[in-house]
């Protein structure tokens, strides 16, 4: 068990470029979140996978966001035209069917300049 | 609405200091209550789940306990590498995927 794996750990981009998260997580979890984190806040629920279906998308989602998770294994997280707002922590999480324990990644933490 | 409040937003102790944590959550149904510990620029890490009133779970220096309207968790002895933000977080009965979190309680145990 090598835990939730997120790549880059950083990224710096400039206001209006699109950028891509990638999220591996616990081999035999069919389950994968998508939040977002910001200082001194709880993580934001973002959207939810039970393997490569996406059944759930919070509403304050903008459409500049987008993820996908093709063969019910990893997921990636991509944001277009990236807004100075979107600078964040982004956090992918893991869990098995039927079980409510999430279990997350290092995350991402995301600067727009 | 579901809602969960921990308190203090901050709490400095000294090494040795025992003290508690609260966090009293607002929910339709608890699925499930979680303790999770942040330390600054990583994710959450998982600690206990709690799921009835009355139930207690022990680690090491952290030991968790639930009532009907709030969770506690109490630090006996902390040492400063116990020193992280530490994040409630609850489910309720209509929808086990979405955890609704506190803003947590950032804890510092000075040596």
């Known amino acids: 068990d090598t835990g939730v794996s997120q790549n880059p750990r950083h990224k710096i981009t400039k206001r209006g470029q699109n950028v891509t998260f990638r999220c591996d997580p616990i081999?035999?979890?069919?389950?994968l979140y998508w939040y977002r984190q910001t200082l001194g806040q709880g993580p934001e629920f973002l959207t939810y996978?039970?393997?490569?279906?996406?059944?759930?998308k919070s509403r304050l989602l903008s459409d500049r966001f987008s993820a996908e998770r093709p063969k019910g294994s990893f997921s990636t997280l991509e944001i277009q035209r990236t807004e100075q707002g979107d600078s964040a922590m982004y956090l992918c999480?893991?869990?098995?069917?039927?079980?409510?324990?999430?279990?997350f990644g290092a995350g991402t933490r995301l600067s727009v300049l | 609405e579901d809602q969960v409040t921990q308190s203090p937003e901050a709490l400095r102790l000294q090494e040795g200091e025992s003290s508690s944590l609260n966090c009293s959550y607002t929910?339709?149904?608890?699925?499930?209550l979680f303790w999770y510990r942040q330390d600054p620029g990583k994710g959450p890490e998982f600690l206990f789940t709690?799921?009835?009133?009355?139930e207690e779970k022990e680690k090491e220096r952290l030991k968790a306990t639930l009532t009907k309207k709030e969770s506690f968790l109490h630090i006996t002895a902390p040492k400063p590498e116990d020193s992280a933000t530490y994040l409630c977080?609850?489910?309720?009965?209509?929808?086990?995927?979405?955890?609704?979190w506190g803003l947590g309680t950032s804890l510092a145990v000075n040596p």
């Open positions: 999480a893991s869990s098995r069917t039927g079980e409510s324990i999430q279990y």
């Open positions: 081999s035999e979890h069919n389950r």
């Open positions: 977080a609850v489910v309720n009965a209509g929808n086990n995927r979405k955890l609704i």
């Open positions: 996978f039970q393997n490569e279906a996406q059944l759930e």
């Open positions: 929910v339709s149904g608890l699925r499930g």
């Open positions: 709690l799921y009835s009133a009355g």
